[in-house]
């Protein structure tokens, strides 16, 4: 079992960056892909970062390839997803989730955190 706090997020002008966290509980988190996935109000919720389980490994959406970057300490039990230059389309809940499968589709997931509100004004 698995259990995921997200943190970090806030309101924010265009063009700024924040970083978010997320701390899981359990001694296994480093046999999991942790992923981002962000859910913007009346949309479907939509793939954004991935990181393998040692780190070696990253997938980025389109829409964020260049200006996230998703990350992970396995001592600290922690993930991150750094998003820089922010723009109003980025205004979205986002949700870490982990998976020993999980890469860009939700479905491949097991455990989801709360999620943490990321808005940005234009």
């Known amino acids: 079992q698995v259990q995921l706090v997200e943190s970090g997020g806030g309101l924010v002008q265009a063009g700024a960056s924040l970083r978010l966290s997320c701390a899981a509980s359990?001694?296994?988190?480093?046999?999991?892909?942790m992923g981002w996935f962000r859910q913007a109000p009346g949309k479907e919720r939509e793939f954004v970062a991935a990181?393998?389980?040692?780190?070696?490994?990253?997938d980025y959406a389109d829409s964020v390839k260049g200006r996230f970057t998703i990350s992970r300490d396995n001592v600290k039990n922690t993930v991150y997803l750094q998003m820089n230059s922010l723009n109003y389309e980025d205004t979205a809940v986002y949700y870490c989730?982990?998976?020993?499968?999980?890469?860009?589709?939700?479905?491949?997931?097991?455990?989801w955190g709360q999620g943490t509100q990321v808005t940005v004004s234009s």
């Open positions: 989730t982990a998976g020993l499968t999980g890469w860009a589709r939700k479905e491949q997931y097991d455990y």
């Open positions: 990181i393998s389980w040692n780190g070696g490994r990253t």
């Open positions: 359990g001694r296994t988190f480093s046999r999991y892909a």
